[in-house]
């Protein structure tokens, strides 16, 4: 019960916030330059679902390296599996994307097990990834202080070992599993498979970051020294609304650090609208894929 008050609570504060931003500068709305360019908002849906696609690819990559790296199932049947489950984290509670690939994977003959831990281990590849892309470009802006940049040292450090001794990897997600009173990981893990899983989530992100400065390009006028923080927010956005332990697909938690974030490009109004903007664009996109 109480657990349901706080989600709730913390999503009403987080629209609030929101609201009030969107609502307190609805003069600034009027005179703003919106485009709506439909041949751009086009191009940037097709760039979002190249990155949706690339990240199903990327788990069922990671579900064909599993146990002895044999694929006893068909790798469009686990994209399947993949993107048909995302849809579960609009629903209240963090268990029905997993609940959902547990069910449409068991439907093509993969275990609960290796799904389980091949979730946990291509979340851990695709946090890794964003946050290699979006915090050097938010670093790059004159209000961040630069100080800042010491921040990023562990971080490289953690990507540089877990790159050079992939076991390390397998035993941060065993110790996630533990957690989850599931079963070790048995893994095939090399080097080569690390990098490649890396590589392919940084390119994702890429993609994604390219297709969203293109969609905010699309609907407001965007300074062009503003594009790489652009992106950049709303990966960091996308991220931290996952890590929220207690929204439904970070609802309120991302349109929120959104619109903060984008406050340093737009008008706080117009960072508040495309927030809400960005949401509708992402859910279209998961919903055509």
Known sequence: MWRRVLQGGIVAVAFFYVGRTLFSGLDELEGA???FHFPLLLLSMVLLLVYLLCQGGIWALLLGRTLDGKRPFRFGEALGVFLISQLGKYIPGRVWVLAGRIY????VGISKGRIVAVSVLADLFSILAASAIALPLL????????????????????????????????????????????PPLTIVLRRGDFLLVFAA????????????????IGVVETAPEDFLWVSAS????????????VTPGGIGVREGILTY???????????????????????IGELLS
């Open 261 to 283: 974030l984008l406050g340093f490009c737009y008008p706080a109004p117009i960072a508040a609208m495309m927030a809400v903007l960005s949401r509708l664009w992402l859910t």
């Open 234 to 245: 709303h990966i960091v956005a996308l991220v931290l609304g996952f890590l929220s332990l």
């Open 139 to 182: 670093l790059r802006r004159t209000e961040v202080p630069q100080g800042a940049l010491w921040a990023l040292l562990p971080f490289v450090a953690g990507v540089v070992l877990l790159g050079l001794f992939p076991e390390g990897v397998k035993g941060i997600v065993n110790r996630l599993l533990a957690r989850l009173r599931r």
């Open 104 to 107: 449409f994977g068991g439907r």
């Open 201 to 216: 989530s940084l390119l994702s992100w890429g993609i994604f970051a390219l297709g969203y400065v293109i969609f905010a």
């Open 33 to 35: 330059r919106f485009a």
